[in-house]
């Protein structure tokens, strides 16, 4: 090789920036300490915060709380979230959010044995295990060596569902979400509301729960909501309704004035009798805040737009679909995205991971991928590097 053709190739490689060449990077990982269903979120100084479920027995399990400042390479020493053994359960995800000064806040839907118990449904016989389940919250401690012990949030709503939700802004503001029953409204999926209980202490106290929209939307029992909180009282609300046995349409609620009222919008219909166990996934980019849900066995992303369309610009996940489910993305310190979502995936049966980057004006790039190996009741969850990289957990 010529002594000039030399120089020309260090030249090349000199002027591709090393965070460029990171960013196409997606590593795999498996949850530590054999657990599974992980919750991923990543604070201002890179440190990721992951919370997984571990089974012990049949559904029942506890949940875990780890911390990484090296992107995964290491973990601390597991710290049990629930104060009470076994009371979370595998098939209902708990949920994580970071708030001022970053600070941890989980939600979980309890157990059959969890108490504390919520207000018992009257459809239901009194001497039901599955009377009471509560909407349970714990907190990371101030000195952040134990959580604070579990609280049930429940007070005037019962027949507790799907997958409850937390969100947090910097600002001491707290928000724990949820669809349930009341006794002033009808009964089964059609009577089920999205209700929301706000916290304006860092989690220390929280007012009783309030509906978060009034419209007879329904909710489908067994999916999750999911829910974001912005600078300056914004809240997003995600959830699938279920207005009639067949009508089970994506909705987006929208909060301005810190939980206190919502707007909201039928953002995609599907028709459907069967409750297909929807998640949904909420994300701030340099392009806006990111929803993304399943419809019809396809993932699909849009921009939430709260000054025209609700959610502006409809991507689904590129390829094929067949039984899409459980979105997820993270976005880097480039403004670069990656959308992640299962495949394969049903009740008791796992399946793959499949992702696909996005660069900072939300155009899809050549960086794409699968892996198998996502186990029964788990997800996938993913988070950026300090390096431009990314990492998806399953």
Known sequence: M???LCGLLLLALAIVPVNALAAEKVTTLRVPDGGIA??????????????????TEGHLGDLYYVRSGDGGATFSKPLRVNSQPNSAISVRHPRVALGRNGRVHVVWNGSNVAKPKGPSNPAQPADSPYNGTPLLYARLAEDGKSFEPQRNLMTKTFALDGGGAVAADGKG????VWHAGHEDLPEGEPGRRVWVARSTDD?????????AWDQPTGACGCCHVRAWAGGEGTVHVLFRGART???????LLISTDGGKSFSGADV?????????????????????????????GQVYFGNIDSAGKPVAQLQPAPGEAKDRKMPDLATNR????LRVWTEGMAWKRGGAVAWQLHDRDGRPTDVKGKADGVPPDGAAAVFPRKDGSFVIIY
């Open 2 to 4: 010529t002594q000039r």
């Open 38 to 55: 992980p919750q991923a979120e990543v604070d201002a100084d890179g440190a990721v915060h992951l919370v997984y479920f571990k089974r």
């Open 173 to 176: 503001n707290v928000y724990a």
């Open 203 to 211: 989690g220390a106290t929280f007012a009783p729960e309030e509906m």
């Open 245 to 251: 046995g067949i009508e089970r349409d994506t909705y």
């Open 268 to 296: 995609h219909p599907w028709r459907v009798s069967t409750c297909p166990m929807s998640t949904y996934a909420l994300r701030a980019t340099p392009r806006g805040v990111v929803a993304a849900w399943e419809t019809e």
């Open 334 to 337: 480039r403004g670069e995205t």
